[in-house]
């Protein structure tokens, strides 16, 4: 440790912490205690700060948020904008979902294009609960890609004659951008992002009148 006081950085000479008194009142009048980490700060009385650090304020702040009734609302807001999004409703159009074409024993043909959606929709038809509905056309699938060497080739009497690799009903939607988490991009990756964002927001403002 440097022969310094922590208040002023003035030589304290012999003293342990302060270079006078002075110093001394100021500091205990200074002083708090950080509320995320317990740590010891200084800030003068008038200031409203109460964390000691860059770090903790920004930890104090998510918290804060994170009680605040807006993050529940826009928590809520975003599931419910999950259900009608064509992208993650369970509707046909849903991103994750393929299509297939089964057969039923007695011969129908169907074509589909969310298969865990269909079964819900189906079941006074199918020979088992929707899940294992599903499971079972699933395994025929995995069947028919070789994964599985004496796999199945029906369920119950039904059988797959055709799956896709992608779902058809999203033939005209825009292809979906690939999400990278920030962590994982790399830093030229990241100034593009900020670059991007900044010219996003200058066209913004660029197209709304009256500001
Ligand atoms: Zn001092
Ligand atoms: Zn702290």
């Given amino acids: 440790m440097e022969n310094k006081c922590v208040v002023c950085g003035k030589d304290k000479g012999r003293n342990k912490l302060f ?9 205990l009048r200074n002083k708090r205690t950080c509320v995320i980490c317990g740590r010891e700060f200084l800030a003068p009385p008038s200031s409203g700060k109460i964390t000691c650090s860059v770090e903790c304020e920004r930890k104090n702040r998510m918290i804060n948020w994170k009680t605040n009734p807006i993050y529940a609302m ?5 599931h419910e904008a999950a259900k009608t999004n064509p ?24 074509e589909i294009n969310n298969l865990a959606l269909w079964a ?28 599985k060497k004496r796999g199945a080739h029906q369920y119950r009497g039904w059988t797959l004659e055709k799956y896709y690799d992608e779902n058809l009903s999203r033939k005209d939607f825009p292809e979906r951008k690939k999400r990278v988490s920030r962590s994982r991009m790399s830093d030229e990756q990241r100034l593009e992002r900020k670059r991007q964002r900044a010219r996003d927001q200058y066209q913004k403002r660029k197209n709304s009148p009256g500001e």
């Fill in 120 to 147: 819900r929709e189906h079941t006074d038809i199918l020979p088992s609960t929707p899940d294992l509905f599903c499971d079972g056309i699933r395994a025929i699938k995995r069947t028919q890609e070789g994964k």
């Fill in 87 to 110: 992208n993650t409703a369970p509707v046909e159009t849903n991103a994750t979902a393929k299509s297939w074409v089964i057969v039923s024993p007695q011969g129908t043909r169907y």
């Fill in 19 to 27: 270079c006078s008194q002075e110093c001394r009142v100021k500091y």
């Fill in 74 to 78: 826009t928590l809520e807001r975003a």
